[in-house]
């Protein structure tokens, strides 16, 4: 359910924002989030980020597969470099920044494959992780509870 939640509310904000900017990617980072949390969902998360991204595809770009294919890299990418961490090694700033990672190869992606490429791509890739920011800040301080209400 949550899966579907966090694409409904991106793709409310791409309604929102159509013609003014990029939309943050609120899917991914729910993936990314579920998929550091409870790491055991590994194949239902995949699965989840290959639908998602069809979907996105379907209704925005026209041409199946390719958020999918960046989300499911994208996904595998972090789950992997997380999971080769040591537990002590998994820090706040550290999962901020695995999050931040996360969201830029699709960003640039989209931006290249959107009506940016006119001139302002620099100026749409910093607005859209602007918007970013505060939800990475939000990650970041459920994972710190997280972290401080674990036996770990």
């Known amino acids: 359910m949550i899966y579907l939640l966090s694409w409904y509310a991106q793709d409310f904000l791409q309604v929102l924002g159509t ?24 194949p239902e998360i995949l699965w989840a980020a290959f639908f998602g991204g069809v979907l996105w595809d379907l209704r925005w770009v026209g041409f199946p597969g390719i958020t999918s294919l960046l989300y499911g890299v994208t996904l595998t990418a972090v789950q992997l470099f997380w ?14 920044a695995s999050l931040l990672g996360a969201s830029i190869p699709i960003a640039l992606t989209r931006i290249f494959l959107s009506r940016y490429r006119e001139g302002g791509i620099f100026t749409a890739w910093l607005l859209q992780q602007s918007y970013m920011l505060p939800l990475i800040l939000l990650a970041c301080a459920l994972y710190a509870w997280r972290l401080k209400n674990s036996d770990v």
């Open 83 to 96: 999971n080769s961490l040591p537990v002590s090694g998994r820090t706040v700033p550290l999962f901020g």
């Open 19 to 42: 013609g003014t900017a990029l939309v943050p990617e609120v899917f991914l980072l729910t993936l990314v989030v579920l998929s550091v949390f409870r790491p055991e969902k590994g």
